[in-house]
């Protein structure tokens, strides 16, 4: 009988999900990027829908529901869906399911939840992925989307999607990475840090919001490589990990609890 796979070292998992940014919060502290994370999407929450039309070219919602699907969301599953923002994944978990009573969002900035306009029934908790408020093993699908970057320590809020999943539970994380070629990273980064900033300037009402989509691309530019996200989820116990990727640049990391 074959020996199980040896899992990696812990000083082999990557906690840092993406370099430090100075021109964003200088000193690169930690407490420094959450305070600086805290009040830029409380302060931004009511353009993001509005440049999140923008910047998925109208596509967006088809995508994500699409990418739930393809990880097995279905009726009668308890859902939680850490980074809710303003609601954008959980609108489409709705959709698939027609149940907003199983479905829990956790967020650590009020001001997105507020703008999220879910049913009364969806459970909405202010909290961080590294620290979920959620009991042990009570959710069968765990999704996070396009929230990897902005965390503070991978590794942790990997062991708690670990803790709180259900023996057998899906885990899906949604994220932007670069592309692989020179010329189709150029473009994108032209798209993000460029045309989406500009466009954002002239249909924005906060005025942090154009810095905040210049951040979106800085932080998928210095973000963890794929195969150490993939190393990380499975060095915190996570099972079958696989990385589904669609048009290049949309990765779907997934795994069972």
Not at 116 to 145: K, N, T, W, Y
Not at 232 to 245: C, D, F, I, M, Y
Request: charged share 25%; aromatic share 8%.
């Amino acid at each position: 009988m074959a020996n199980p796979p040896t899992p990696p070292a812990s000083d082999s998992l990557v906690h840092l999900p993406h370099r430090p940014l100075p021109d964003y919060y200088p000193s690169g502290d930690s407490e420094e990027r959450e305070r600086f994370l805290r009040r830029t999407f409380d302060d931004t929450a009511v353009d993001y829908n509005r440049l999140e039309r923008i910047l998925g070219l109208g596509t967006g919602s088809w995508y994500r529901r699409q990418a739930l699907q393809r990880a097995g969301l279905r009726p009668g599953m308890d859902v939680v869906d850490v980074g809710m923002g303003t609601g954008l994944v959980s609108r489409e978990i709705l959709r698939v399911t027609g149940q907003p009573q199983r479905l829990v969002g956790v967020d650590p900035s009020p001001g997105m939840m507020r703008e999220a306009a879910l049913p009364p029934e969806v459970v909405c908790r202010e909290g961080r992925a590294e620290a979920l408020p959620l009991p042990d093993a009570s959710a069968d699908f765990i999704v996070m989307g396009y929230a990897l970057r902005h965390i503070a320590d991978l590794s942790a809020a990997f062991a708690e999607f670990r803790r709180v999943l259900r023996p057998g539970g899906t885990l899906l994380i949604l994220e932007i990475t670069r592309a692989e070629g020179r010329l189709s990273n150029a473009l994108l980064k032209a798209y993000m840090r460029g045309v989406v900033p500009l466009l954002a300037r002239v249909v924005s009402r906060a005025p942090a919001t154009p810095m905040l989509w210049r951040y979106y691309w800085d932080t998928i530019e210095a973000c963890a490589a794929p195969a150490d996200v993939l190393r990380t989820l499975a060095g915190n116990g996570l099972l079958q990990v696989e990385r589904h990727v669609e048009l290049g640049i949309f990765s779907e990391y997934r795994a069972r609890g």
